[in-house]
């Protein structure tokens, strides 16, 4: 790869600071210094100081193949990344050294770019829009009041913007000029409607963070994302229409209910993560949302439900997947509409007035965390069995901490639980 005649290792306040300098620009026009922190990654700037990363490679093979065998390299390519802002060092960084990767490994990462951005490009916010209010109409009476809000405070900024590029800044901007207008409720709506679009997304692989999730907006009251804890009644007809769904969203809903823990804890759950002998899901800090290692004590009831999943060979399998543990559960979407469709069905059998109160996956960790208290149990303890992160100091405990009175406290639950659901 020739290297470039400028050479300096970038920080993001050198990056912002750079003025062009003609002195260091060829020809063209365009001055260009090579990242000595990460070889291959450039950053060009303008006369008229606008700043791009881009990325120079070859791909080895592409030349040929020598005499003894060697793989040749061909010419050198260059993939612009873009402008910087918005695009940050670390990302350009990363984007790099994957694409520098693929080129080591014989692939041309142009080709896998171009698809790349023509995916990004195609699920725009107008197009996602469109598709997220499909889906959603034959199950939300209220869907026209969320297109109108969609449509009318938010589409005119982000229309033709890929979702994969709007940011948790970008929501703010919305919701400033709203609340500038003194529109309060009306930014409550948007940022309610664009967390359950993300959402979406997120659950279809569009994107793979939600920007609206933690997003602190005080001046719009209470989080109303925070969910709710469900009633009895709620959770008996939910389990009961659990029963029905059959694995492996019927034994993941059992699951999420009595242990109180995110989705992700479950559905993505390996058999080597469950150790036996212990009664206990150990959750990796890899895949784990507070960066730590978790463990979840299994109760009798939740160790039943476990003894009941498919057994597929060795121990490297997911718990709950519809391809013989191959891959970990998903759809989700698909199975809530399912499960919601069967818990009003069984309500209108008892009362055919009935109507099924919005509710959440995520209620159940609510739920679990109230009846915990309920049950005479410390805040404390049903945060750990939550698996919320500590602050500061405490952030260095040993992941074992609290595991006996985690045990305890998830015993009774069930217990409870499976009082309530009888």
Not at 228 to 250: N, S, V
Request: aromatic share 8%.
């Amino acid at each position: 790869m020739a290297k470039s005649k400028n050479r300096k290792t970038f920080n993001p306040q050198w990056i912002e600071r750079l003025k062009y300098d003609p002195k260091l620009a060829p020809p063209s026009g365009r001055m260009e210094i090579e990242d000595e922190a990460c070889p291959g990654l450039l950053l060009r700037v303008t006369p008229r100081g606008v700043k791009s990363f881009s990325v120079i490679y070859k791909v080895p093979g592409e030349g040929g193949v020598s005499p003894n065998g060697r793989l040749l390299v061909g010419r050198q390519h260059r993939i612009t990344l873009g402008t910087t802002p918005p695009i940050e060092l670390k990302d350009a960084r990363q984007q790099a050294r994957d694409l520098m990767q693929a080129a080591s490994e014989g692939r041309d990462p142009r080709g896998e770019r171009r698809e790349e951005n023509l995916i990004r490009h195609t699920n725009t916010f107008e197009a996602v829009r469109k598709r997220f209010i499909d889906r959603i109409k034959p199950n939300v009476q209220a869907w026209k009041n969320v297109e109108r809000v969609l449509k009318l405070h938010v589409e005119p900024h982000w229309k033709d913007k890929p979702l994969r590029d709007i940011r948790r800044a970008h929501v703010h901007e919305v919701l400033d000029a709203l609340i500038a207008e003194g529109k309060v409720g009306t930014a409550r709506e948007v940022k309610k409607h664009l967390s359950r679009l993300f959402n979406w997304a997120v659950d279809r692989e569009i994107i793979v963070d939600n920007p609206v999730h933690g997003l602190k907006r005080d001046e719009l009251g209470p989080n109303e994302e925070a969910g709710r804890a469900l009633t009895d009644e709620e959770l008996r007809y939910i389990w009961k229409a659990a029963d029905g769904l059959g694995y492996p969203f019927g034994p993941m809903y059992k699951l999420l209910i009595l242990t109180g823990q995110r989705r992700g804890e479950w559905a993505s759950a390996m058999r080597s993560e469950v150790n036996t002998e212990k009664r206990w899901l150990e959750v990796p800090k890899a895949r784990y949302k507070g960066g730590r290692d978790h463990i979840v004590p299994m109760a009798d009831e939740v160790f039943s439900i476990f003894e009941g999943l498919p057994v597929w060979e060795g121990k490297d399998y997911y718990l709950l997947s519809t391809t013989d543990g191959k891959v970990p559960v998903s759809g989700f979407s698909k199975a809530k509409a399912r499960l919601d469709a069967a818990v009003l069905k069984a309500m209108r059998k008892a009362d055919p007035e009935a109507q099924l109160t919005d509710y959440r996956v995520h209620d159940f960790r609510v739920s679990c965390k109230s009846r915990l208290a309920s049950l005479g149990f410390k805040p404390d303890i049903s945060e750990a069995v939550l698996g919320h992160a500590k602050v500061g100091l405490e952030r260095t405990y040993n992941k074992h901490e609290y595991l006996d009175e985690k045990r305890e406290a998830l015993a009774a639950y069930a217990k409870h639980v499976m009082e309530v659901v009888k």
